[in-house]
């Protein structure tokens, strides 16, 4: 059952702290997406990859926020350092060229405190 | 930008017919979706529908696309309780490699009364 896999589910950090997720998406999907949820701005777009290139980072803070596909099985969505605005669940999703449909990830629900 | 919006909630009796109604800005779009997301879950694609389309049915579902007003509604016939979730609009246009990011709605509450 092919799926996208978020890790970790939950992570709750200090303020300041260094805060990494990582995504694997769906075997053989050359577009990965990262989403970011909150309650007052919904679903934002951060950053999208395919084939592994950047294509588009203009939703993330650049300042703090980094994102990376060290290969075709990973991507990371690193903040560093973290503030307690940051606080939301992170999505990453995945999509085949060609496709219409991005698969979504179960989340991660960052706390930063 | 591109703006996509929804209203945030909507009640409806078990065994009615659900309409959940989204407007967007962004007169490039080339496809429209629907997500669904139940509490603590990511979310789940329900259908899509091409801007070259105007109606597209699948079992319970249809969708309904107005390009000139640039209104789009998804109708869910016979809600059940599990059709309880929050129902999001999306649009995305395509660069020529697949499609592009989403912009999301803020989503529409559906809640079920008895």
């Known amino acids: 059952d092919a799926r996208v896999t978020q890790t970790p589910r939950d992570k709750v950090t200090e303020m300041g702290q260094e805060v990494t997720m990582r995504c694997q998406p769906i075997?053989?999907?050359?577009?990965v997406f990262w989403y970011r949820q909150t309650m007052m701005q919904g679903l934002e777009l951060l950053a999208y990859?395919?084939?592994?290139?950047?294509?588009?980072d203009s939703g993330m803070p650049k300042d703090r926020f980094s994102a990376e596909m060290p290969d075709a099985t990973l991507a990371t969505l690193k903040i560093q350092p973290s503030e307690p605005r940051d606080s939301a669940v992170y999505f990453c999703?995945?999509?085949?060229?060609?496709?219409?449909?991005?698969?979504f990830g179960q989340g991660t629900r960052l706390t930063v405190v | 930008g591109e703006d996509v919006e929804q209203s945030l909630f909507l009640s409806v009796r078990e065994g009615d017919s659900s309409v959940i109604n989204c407007t967007y800005t962004?007169?490039?779009?080339?496809?429209l979706y629907w997500y669904k997301q139940e509490p603590g879950a990511g979310l789940q694609l329900l259908t899509y529908?091409?801007?070259?389309?105007d109606m597209k049915q699948d079992q319970r579902l249809t969708v309904l696309l107005n390009k000139k007003d640039k209104h789009l509604s998804l109708r869910i016939a016979d809600t059940q309780t599990g059709d309880s979730a929050i129902y999001f609009c999306?649009?995305?246009?395509?660069?020529?490699?697949?499609?592009?990011?989403?912009?999301f709605g803020k989503g529409t509450h559906l809640i079920i009364q008895p």
């Open positions: 999703a995945s999509g085949d060229r060609g496709s219409t449909e991005a698969f």
């Open positions: 999306a649009e995305s246009s395509d660069s020529g490699g697949g499609a592009d990011g989403l912009t």
């Open positions: 962004d007169s490039s779009s080339t496809y």
């Open positions: 075997l053989g999907h050359n577009t």
């Open positions: 529908i091409f801007s070259n389309m």
């Open positions: 990859f395919r084939n592994r290139a950047p294509l588009d």
